[in-house]
């Protein structure tokens, strides 16, 4: 077996022009340097939130976040075209530069500011990766591409690995502040490898123009529109936010039960850094193995149906369970799946969409309706806590169980259009 998947690996990279390769190898390093930077402003928000305002102010966080992803998609959708892409990443970046260096000096001077990074550190991330993956798609041949995107996850896996690892490591020797000034290399990095893949790209032949995407639709609202056409679209955004949502709930639970583990921050940072490295291991063979094996076993439509259905099983366990080290093993089993395996079979859902639809579209649903998800969930979480004396634990995990059925639901549509595209389009992808 696995001496087959090497030599269809050295096939297909001996099938891309020296301009891809190059750009290829570009495109990794950003996604390395892109998931070591979040690891590790991860592991500090997470924590600073914590001592700042404990769990309990997790779920207006999450609301407010929603106001803020509007104003960052609407002000990305409306400028991409004619900022172009190097321009927006670099304001992007920059940002994030400014943010966690006076963070690294003054979260303890203000009170507001671990608010504030927490809002910001899971907007960076999926704004960086939502300008990654649009260069991607339009760059591509994806019907012969079989490993690409499991490759570049798992470079990003990598990249995850080694942020929580120097987390792990020098999170309470730096204190859990200063450890954001250790994300200012990632920074350049990605500014670097960004730029020289778009200067690669301008040699490679049958891609996409991304300077020609139309300007008529270039606000949240346009993004929208092209969704509410597309059946196709609308239910990709719903097992999204099914993932997100559920996601969000198993966060909640999380630090609720880690609050309670760990009392002190910086400790409680380094436990952070090694949960997640560790999930991140895992993610790494799920990334560069583990989805190429599902897909090609069991087809993109089974990949998509397992993924609710494994975590049903995780779900009905923590019910029986409800302990700190069984919801470290589901909520680590979430993240592991929705950070390699459900990342690339949902990109690869957007391979026989239009260019405007993967960039703009997209970037309702991976940007706006991620965070959107987050503050659903908050609502749930408020409201189960308000109109119930039942313990919220309890109710969180049975709502999750709901939401994993619906989601099972969605791709069994889902696919049916999936399938219309792939014709529409005279794509050879399974």
Excluded at 259 to 277: H, M, N, P, V
Excluded at 330 to 359: C, H, Q, R, T
Aim: proline share 2%; hydrophobic share 55%.
């Amino acid at each position: 077996m696995f001496k087959k998947i090497a030599k269809t690996l050295l096939d297909e990279y001996n099938s891309y022009s020296k301009f891809e390769k190059l750009f290829i190898l570009f495109v990794m390093i950003c996604s390395f340097c892109i998931t070591a930077e979040a690891a590790i402003t991860r592991a500090s928000a997470n924590s600073v939130f914590l001592s700042a305002y404990t769990a309990k102010l997790f779920p207006t966080a999450w609301l407010v976040s929603v106001i803020l992803n509007f104003a960052i998609v609407t002000f990305y959708n409306k400028f991409l075209p004619k900022m172009g892409c190097v321009r927006m990443l670099i304001l992007s970046v920059s940002i994030a530069l400014l943010m966690n260096t006076f963070s690294a000096f003054y979260l303890k001077q203000f009170h507001f500011l671990p608010f504030i990074l927490y809002l910001w550190k899971d907007i960076f991330v999926i704004l960086m990766f939502q300008q990654l993956w649009s260069v991607i798609h339009a760059t591509m041949n994806i019907a012969r591409a079989k490993y690409l995107y499991g490759i570049v996850f798992g470079m990003g896996g990598l990249g995850s690995v080694a942020g929580s690892l120097m987390t792990g490591f020098f999170a309470v020797h730096l204190g859990s502040e200063k450890l954001l000034l250790t994300t200012l290399p990632f920074y350049f990095l990605i500014i670097i490898s960004y730029c020289v893949a778009l200067h690669v790209r301008s040699s490679v032949t049958d891609k996409q123009n991304i300077d020609g995407m139309s300007r008529d639709t270039t606000d949240v609202l346009g993004g929208m529109k092209l969704i509410r056409k597309s059946t196709f679209l609308k239910f990709i955004l719903i097992i999204v936010l099914a993932m997100q949502v559920s996601s969000t709930i198993l966060d909640y639970q999380f630090s609720s039960y880690l609050e309670k583990a760990f009392s002190i921050q910086d400790l409680r940072t380094a436990f952070l850094g090694k949960f997640f490295g560790l999930v991140n291991t895992i993610n790494i063979f799920l990334q560069f193995i583990g989805s190429y094996l599902l897909v090609r076993v069991i087809g993109l439509e089974r990949s998509h149906l397992a993924i609710p259905i494994i975590l049903t099983i995780y779900g009905i366990g923590f019910l029986l369970f409800p302990t700190f080290p069984f919801i470290c093993l589901y909520f680590a089993n979430i993240k592991a799946l929705d950070y390699s395996i459900f990342g690339i079979i949902k990109e690869m859902l957007y391979i026989p969409l239009k260019v405007d639809e993967k960039f703009k579209a997209k970037a309702i649903i991976d940007v706006f309706a991620y965070r959107t998800a987050k503050a659903c969930a908050s609502l749930i979480i408020i409201l189960l806590g308000l109109i119930t004396s039942i313990e919220l634990n309890t109710l969180l995990s049975w709502g999750v169980l709901v939401i994993f059925f619906a989601w099972m639901i969605s791709v069994l549509v889902l696919f049916k259009h999936y399938y219309k595209e792939v014709d529409r389009q005279h794509l050879n992808w399974a």
